[in-house]
């Protein structure tokens, strides 16, 4: 009978956890090769964390590695949520569960709290409040910044510090910061002293494993610091990065913490795919070298809600080559977004058995799990828009717009993600008139008067270069040849997820209409009121005013009941749809867009109960008259 991993490296009790002091690893004195898999707990649905795990451990790794999102861990400054803090997103996070489910299924645990951590995630897990103080310096020493950052890791660390190996836990190393060297400019070293800074508060806080940094060596020796193991992120040319990253600290073991499974995509962009060849290749050339490696994805999952990450396209310095990622975070990975085996995945399986020399008792193959379609939902009800507006009892009277940060609520706080509403009322607009916006919106503009869409409704990507998209600085909008008194102008705009890397700090992420005046032929128009609208899911679940539909063209609310006798995980079909968001049962499960690459979005059952669920579908434009299933996630190609 082969041990278990954990029998393997704890016979004889626990002296040492991971060590780099020599050429190769040790882990409590034995050598090892750290063969990891990335899988965020936060892009899987908790009662699937073990099954995913198991299947990391099934294909011979010995490790998982997770990322920690600050964002929703504290979504308002000092309130705290690990599992129990009642924010939506409550179920997915704790942290601690999933680091013991870890060690249930024998399994070690790297640890990547950032707190930036870039991973294609709102931005890049910060959260948005911090952008209230226009004067702190994110991802430096700033003392404000540093003062944020040590209250938020004092309680995540109370959490990681008793997972630690050597106090009998599953967790092996911790990494500081995330690819910091990136942030050298030309003529300025990078603040080392922030990356010193986050190594005292590990330390304080209890943290005695192995620490690490990580970067791409051929970007440079940057991110690093003397006495902090440094770590390789990279999809190709290992021989090149891994002989780079052996020049940096030879006398050390070499690790790839991100070998780059295949790639995630952006809205209206074709679908990335990465060939099994080309990444078992890769992969094998690592395991030679040697290193140890961590996929970057193993499992890439979903990016629930609303809280997908984008890039900056190019050498834009604000947010005209803003380009944001899809919900779907499959990212080609040896396990796809449902779960379900890849020829990579065997692939993976079959290169760590050869080159793996420990041997140790590894889980049959779990089974899939189930997917299937459901019978078509019809669509029942309808909330238009200015009914939407008449559940929201708040809002704020403001002579000038405001980004969604720096509107006076939650604790004074402002607003995190979601749609903003500006309102004026009151208005005389003659026939022929122009609105114009100067700068850009952030992200996008639907015009509506008296509750009637005005401007145009999204058919092409060509559409995305004009009106009522980032991508124009100072637009304008004619609108019709008839009188309109007394009218009612709502400007709604979509905060479609905020940058998570590059040029983090370079420009102001705020989110909503705030970079120049709105005004109506060459006239401000000043004297808003604002609505903020997250569809947060208590204020979803408790909507008044349904009724039958109507399936006009502009921004609604469209519900159906889907009956569910025995449940299974599932993909709605939103290829009839044009664009907006679905929420299931009050929750946000998923972004989508007609114009791909992503045409479909995974439910897993664990969102559903029997009997009646609530589907809601906010459409930006043009909505269908049902909705429908379907068994694997569908991808568009895009010109
Ligand atoms: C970098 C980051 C990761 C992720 C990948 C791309 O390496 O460190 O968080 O963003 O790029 O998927």
């Known amino acids: 009978m082969l041990p278990t991993l954990y029998e393997y490296y704890t016979s004889g009790g626990i002296k040492t956890g991971l060590s780099a002091n020599g050429l190769c690893f040790t882990l409590n004195e034995k050598i090892i090769t750290i063969y ?55 179920q997915f996070l704790d942290i601690e569960k999933f680091i013991k489910i870890a060690q249930d299924e024998d399994l070690f645990v790297i640890v990547r709290p950032g707190p930036y951590i870039c991973a294609e995630w709102e931005f890049g897990g910060l959260p948005s409040w911090l952008l209230r103080n226009q004067k702190m310096n994110i991802r430096t020493s700033d003392e404000a910044f540093m003062n944020y950052v040590s209250a938020y890791f004092s309680k995540l660390f109370e959490i990681l510090s008793k997972l630690q190996f050597t106090k009998g836990g599953s967790i092996i190393a911790f990494q500081i910061e995330n690819e910091y060297g990136n942030t050298k400019k030309k003529d300025k070293p990078i603040d080392t002293d922030y990356l010193i800074q986050l190594k005292n508060i590990f330390t304080k806080n209890g943290l ?145 058995k050869h080159y793996n020399p420990v041997l140790t008792a590894l889980p049959v193959l779990p089974e899939l799990i189930e997917r299937d379609t459901y019978n078509e939902v019809e669509i029942t009800e309808e909330l238009v828009f200015d009914d939407i507006l008449k559940n929201e009892d708040f809002y704020i009277e403001s002579q000038e717009l405001l980004p969604m940060e720096l509107l006076p609520i939650t604790y004074d706080m402002g607003q995190s993600y ?35 869409v005005v401007s145009k409704a999204l058919e092409t990507p060509e559409d995305l270069e004009g009106f009522g998209y980032w991508k124009v600085k100072d637009s304008s909008l004619e609108m019709s040849n ?139 434009f043009a909505p269908d008259n049902h909705i429908s299933f379907v068994k694997d996630q569908i991808y568009s190609s895009v010109a």
């Open 418 to 452: 979601g749609y903003i509403v500006y309102r004026r009322r009151n208005l005389n607009i003659p026939a022929n008139s122009v609105l114009n916006i100067r700068g850009r919106v952030c992200d996008t503009v639907i015009v509506l008067i008296n509750g009637k």
């Open 208 to 352: 005695v494993e192995l620490f690490f940094t990580s970067d791409t060596p051929s970007n440079g020796n940057f991110g690093s610091l003397p006495d902090v193991l440094n770590t390789a992120n990279f999809q190709s040319d290992p021989e090149k990065e891994l002989s780079l990253l052996q020049s940096y600290q030879p006398e050390k073991p070499l690790m790839v913490m991100e070998y780059w499974t295949g790639w995630f995509d952006h809205w209206a962009e074709q679908h990335h795919k990465r060939c099994n060849k080309e990444f078992s290749d890769v992969l094998e050339r690592i395991l030679k070298f040697p290193a140890s490696v961590n996929m970057y994805m193993f499992h890439g999952g979903t990016n629930w809600g609303l809280l997908n990450g984008a890039n900056i396209e190019g050498s834009s310095v604000d947010n005209g080559g803003y380009q944001p990622d899809t919900s779907s975070y499959d990212y080609d990975a040896p396990l796809n977004e449902a779960g379900d085996y890849t020829e990579k995945y065997f692939s993976v399986q079959r290169l760590i």
């Open 36 to 90: 990891s898999g990335a899988m965020h707990y936060f892009r899987v649905h908790p009662d699937y964390w073990r099954d995913r795990l198991r299947k990391i451990r099934a294909a011979g790794l010995n490790t998982v590695e997770t990322y920690v999102p600050w964002n929703l861990h504290e979504p308002i400054p000092g309130v705290y949520d690990f599992g129990n803090g009642d924010s939506d997103f409550e």
């Open 482 to 620: 008839e009188d309109c008194e007394n009218a009612t102008l709502d400007l709604v705009v979509e905060n479609w997820g905020r940058v998570n890397y590059g040029k983090l700090d370079q420009f102001l992420q705020y989110k909503g209409i705030w970079q120049g005046h709105v005004s109506l032929n060459d006239r401000f128009l000043l004297d808003w009121e604002i609505l903020p609208l997250d569809f947060k899911k208590s204020w979803t679940n408790s909507l008044t005013g349904w009724q039958l539909p109507r399936f006009h063209l502009g921004p609604a609310l469209y519900k159906g009941t889907l009956k569910v006798f025995k449940r299974k995980d599932t993909y709605i079909d939103m290829r009839g749809w044009t664009k907006g968001i679905v929420i299931v049962n009050g929750f946000i499960l998923s972004r989508y867009l007609k114009l791909g690459p992503q045409q479909a979005v995974y439910l897993p059952a664990a969102f559903l109960k029997e009997g009646d669920n609530e589907i809601v579908i906010f459409e930006h």
